[in-house]
């Protein structure tokens, strides 16, 4: 009885030390990102919709428009990349591959999760820069490098969770499916894929959240500009490269640093849209 109420005793804390960091950071983080309106004066609806952000003009300017435009295109755009082929690795090893096909892909896709961001943005810096710049045009640097570096990262995510999704379906809708007269493919489109559609929609979720908040890779290729983008092969900068790139060079309380803390704070209440609407699939697919 004494070790499972000590066993008791230190699940409960663990869940309290975790707990208590999150609202620590969610207050620690809105008190922060609120400074630049309640104490600089920053005017907010002008922080959200002006693309000028000149912070060393005689008179500043602080729009972050266009770093939250480049953060939901990157994002937005690496899921459309990255949705297909996880979903379609996924059904490739639940229900074509042989038992030994799983076996071996598994591993594979497992393996580039271990890869550090900083690899990803080297080879892209390296590889697909240079590729893009001779052969699709552009400086190389931009969204669409941008978007395919994201889109590698957060594959191995949506392809785990979706294979998980597949393999866990009840055989006989397989089975019932198949003694129907359905074809293979005819069960996977029209029955195994809406059966499925929810928890692969929140691994579509689970990739755009991690894509939102990734930084060093993003920022080795996409071209940290200020200038809105217009096209797939333009400059653009995300929240989080701008953050990175100018959080050094501020003085800590300036207006500056506190409207970088004010694009934090954009980027924690993003991710907590993504867990609810997180939240709301996986509610769905009790149902």
């Keep these: 009885m004494n070790g499972e109420f000590r066993g008791r005793m230190l699940v409960t804390l663990c869940a309290i030390i975790m707990i208590a960091a999150t609202i620590a950071i ?15 004066g920053v ?13 060393l003009k005689e008179n500043p300017e602080y729009g972050a428009l266009t770093f939250i435009v480049g953060s939901f295109a990157v994002t ?13 690795a996924a059904i490739f090893m639940t229900e ?31 590889v697909l820069v240079p590729f893009v710049r001779n052969h699709i045009g552009g400086l190389g640097f931009g969204l669409l490098s941008g978007t395919i570096v994201l889109a590698v990262m957060i594959l191995p995510t949506v392809t785990t969770i979706a294979t998980d999704a597949m393999a866990t379906l009840p055989k006989n809708l397989r089975e019932g499916s198949l003694a129907l007269g359905a074809t293979r493919w005819q069960t996977i489109k029209k029955v195994l894929i809406p059966a499925a559609l929810p928890s692969l929609l929140t691994a579509i979720v689970l990739g755009m959240a991690r894509a939102f908040g ?13 200038d809105l983008p217009t096209s ?15 959080m050094g060079n501020t003085t800590y309380g300036s207006v500056e640093n506190n409207t970088l803390w004010s694009m934090g704070l954009i980027l924690l209440i993003m991710s907590f849209g993504f ?13």
């Design 275 to 287: 867990i609810l609407l997180i939240r709301y699939l996986a509610s769905r697919r009790k149902l």
């Design 96 to 126: 074509i591959a042989p038992s030994w096909g799983r076996k071996i892909l598994q591993p594979i896709v497992e393996l580039l999760v271990g890869i550090p961001s900083v690899v990803y943005g080297f080879i892209g810096l390296t």
């Design 26 to 40: 969610t207050i620690f983080l809105g008190t922060k990102g609120l400074q630049a309106f309640i104490k600089n």
């Design 232 to 246: 797939i092969l333009d400059t653009a900068a995300t929240l989080t490269t701008i953050i990175t790139l100018n």
């Design 43 to 55: 005017n907010p609806i002008e922080f959200l919709t002006s693309s000028d952000w000149n912070p």
């Design 214 to 226: 990734e930084a060093l890779a993003v920022q080795m290729v996409i071209g940290n500009s200020r």
């Design 76 to 88: 937005v755009l690496s899921a459309i990349i990255a949705a297909p082929l996880g979903i379609g």
